[in-house]
Structure formats: C-alpha cells, structure tokens
C-alpha cells in the first residue's frame, strides 16, 4: 500500500463529490483541508464529506503545510490565477478543464510549473477509461482502414441562467466547460493515429450572452488529411457524448466517451457487420485519481501532460476565433 495522497479542496463546488470525494473514498486517500469564501459552506462540505478541516478561503489551503495537492474546481476564469497560486506554493495540481481561461495564460501555467518542479495535471478524466482507449486502439490498429473522419459531441440540457457556466467574468460558454473534451479527443485521436494535432479550418457558434457560446461546433483538419467536427451544445434536451471515427473499411463508435458510467459500449462496424464491446461503468474519475497517485507515489507515467493541456488551449482559442469570438480575458492574481 503505499502512502494516501493528502489533497486540499479550493471552494465547494458540486463537481468536487463526483471528481474527487467519491474516488477518494474507495482509493483511500486523505481529504485533508477544504476552503471556500463562505465558511459556513465549507464547514458543511467538511462534514457531509469527511475532510479533516476547514479553511477560511483558499489561500489558506495552499498555506496548509499537510496539503500535499491541491484539487481546483473553481469556475473557469479562476483555475488558471488559483493553479498559479498553488504552484507558487509549492503543490501539485490537480484542476478541472480546462487549466486556464486561454492559451496565453495556460502557457504561464505550464511554465510556472516546470520552474517549481511541480506536477500540474488537467481533469480530462474520459483519457484513463478504457472506454476512449479502446476506442484509439482500434482506429490505430487498421481494422476500419484508414481513418478519414472523427466527429466528438458534448450536449447537455441548460444550467440555470445564474450559473457560472454563463458568466462572461467567469470564462464560461459551452465550450469551455463542455465542448473541451469533444476538442480533446480530436486531438487525442490526431496524435495517436492521424500524424498529430489537428488545425481549425472553421467553426460556428451561438451566443447565449454576449462572449459567452451556447453551442459551437468547429470543423478540424489532420496532417493525414482527414477531417473532424467538434460539437458541444450546452442547451440540449439531453446528455450526449458519442465519438465516431469513420475509416475507409468502417467506424467505431463510443456511446458515451465522457461518462461511461451511463454507457460502456463502444460499437465495431467492418465490412457491414457489427459487434459491441462493453468496457466497464467504473468512473472515469477513480480512474483519473488512482492514475494521479501512481504518477505521484511511484513515477508511473501520466497519459497527460504541461504541454498536452497548453496545446487544447490553443485549440479552444482558435475555435472561438474561427467562430468570430475573441478567447476568454484572464483575471489578475488572486490576493493570498
């Protein structure tokens, strides 16, 4: 067995139960402090979760010298000011997507943590399942041919209009919070199998606010020479996150790429004859933690890294300019 990590929570966020208390409990790992700008908030996340104390905010959670990582759910425009912070005080990093509020201040990220000597890693927790894994194997194997076209969705129904997700302030929009994991697995898939990262050669976006997309879709090109679409909507009927990739013997499809738990099947098409895997409904998530504490505690690889996370960044920003957005401002550093 070896050692539990001992992570400190930034804020209370929902998110936080599914991404990180849940795993946290069949890993056994420590929730050693939490901190949020309402105290009376965290008190009652430490007591519904069992984190072993409370901060007054969270510059006291980086000042905790117990807290070896920090877990950072906060709305989009602060992962990038608070990750800093964290770095600047010498933790590891675990943030939800995407690490900044654009590529710029990403690329500040990814610097800061090399400097510090620190592990920064991003939530794109559906890269651990074996979901999308198996998914990559097969287009790479050569069983669907050679792989012309990769279409990735994220739907889901519509936040409240008061949420975060709709703030311009706070970097919201839908692909930011959800069409970053369609754009992810493009590129995923583009360096595994198409000659690397894929480029945007147009995209089209809805506002629901002004700066601030409902849904957007982006049409991408690989150096192979296949294309992609990029879908997210986040004022859909329901939740769906298929990923297709289309070759020139047949196409695999995950039913679910993001929340496997919902759908494990991954559906094999060649030559007109169909076959269905089912790859497992354990939570992407306990899979993204234990990845984490393996990478931490032994040196095992992490399938992720500082460059991966500046590189979707860049892909973000260069959707919204496709779509004639300008990419999210970054806010100023948080006061400690």
Not at 47 to 64: K, T
Not at 150 to 165: G, L
Not at 169 to 176: E, N, R
Not at 255 to 282: A, I, S, W, Y
Request: aromatic share 6%.
């Amino acid at each position: 067995m070896t050692e539990p990590l001992r992570i400190g929570i930034l804020g209370a966020a929902r998110i936080a139960r599914e991404a990180l208390v849940e795993p946290a409990a069949v890993t056994g790992d420590r929730l050693v402090a939490v901190g949020a700008r309402d105290r009376t908030r965290a008190e009652a996340f430490a007591a519904e979760h069992g984190v072993e104390r409370v901060h007054d905010g969270y510059a006291d959670v980086l000042a905790d010298a117990a807290v070896e990582v920090v877990y950072n759910p906060l709305a989009n425009a602060l992962h990038g000011p608070w990750n800093l912070a964290a770095i600047a005080a010498g933790k590891h990093v675990l943030s939800e997507k995407p690490f900044a509020a654009n590529a710029e201040e990403a690329r500040e990220v990814a610097a800061a943590a090399r400097a510090a000597g620190v592990v920064v890693v991003e939530g794109f927790h559906h890269v651990h399942h074996p979901v999308l894994r198996r998914v990559v194997e097969i287009a790479a194997s050569g069983e669907i041919g050679t792989v012309r076209r990769v279409e990735t969705t994220f739907e889901m129904p519509a936040p409240a209009d008061d949420d975060p997700r709709w703030s311009a302030d706070l970097a919201g929009g839908a692909v930011m919070d959800i069409g970053c994991y369609a754009l992810h697995v493009q590129r995923t898939l583009g360096r595994a199998v198409l000659g690397g990262e894929p480029r945007v050669t147009a995209a089209e976006a809805t506002q629901r606010f002004p700066g601030v997309d409902a849904r957007l879709a982006a049409d991408l090109e690989f150096p192979s020479g296949a294309t992609g679409r990029a879908r997210c909507d986040m004022e859909a009927a329901a939740f769906a996150l298929p990923a297709r990739v289309v070759g020139d013997r047949g196409e695999v499809l995950a039913r679910n790429f993001g929340l496997p738990t919902r759908d494990d099947r991954v559906e094999v098409t060649v030559d007109g004859t169909t076959r269905t895997e089912h790859l497992g409904t354990r939570p992407t998530y306990l899979y993204q933690l234990e990845a984490l504490r393996a990478h931490l505690r032994e040196g095992a690889p992490f399938p992720l890294n500082l460059d991966d996370a500046v590189a979707n960044a860049e892909l973000i920003d260069a959707a919204y300019a496709a779509a004639g957005m300008a990419p999210h401002p970054r806010l100023p550093a948080p006061a400690h």
